[in-house]
Nanobody, 123 residues
């Protein structure tokens, strides 16, 4: 099993920045990728970004490219999501997730999930 705990969410004005952290524990050896999804009120959960646990390949949704940066510190078993130039449409609960199998942006195929952290961007 893998346990994931997110932190770093909060309230920020448009144009501001936040850094989310995802601390992982448990059977990390089984992880292929760690990523971030978000879910706004009344909407489905959507892919944001991911990084391979081995290697440095990263993935970004088109909506966040150029603004968000995902990174990883294996020594700390932690993945970060640096979010810059935040927009009101970024408001959502952000979830850290881990995938054991092949990489996919489809949330239902991811195996482990954190509890979520709220990000609110004001106009």
């Amino acid at each position: 099993q893998v346990q994931l705990v997110e932190s770093g969410g909060g309230l920020v004005q448009a144009g501001g920045s936040l850094r989310l952290s995802c601390a992982a524990s448990g059977s990390i050896f089984s992880v292929n990728a760690v990523g971030w999804f978000r879910q706004a009120l009344g909407k489905e959960r959507e892919f944001v970004s991911a990084i391979r646990w081995r290697g440095t390949t990263t993935y970004y949704a088109d909506s966040v490219k150029g603004r968000f940066t995902i990174s990883r510190d294996n020594a700390k078993n932690t993945v970060y999501l640096q979010m810059n130039n935040l927009k009101p449409e970024d408001t959502a609960v952000y979830y850290c997730a881990a995938e054991r199998g092949l990489y996919t942006t489809t949330s239902r195929f991811w195996d482990y999930w954190g509890q979520g952290t709220q990000v609110t961007v004001s106009s």
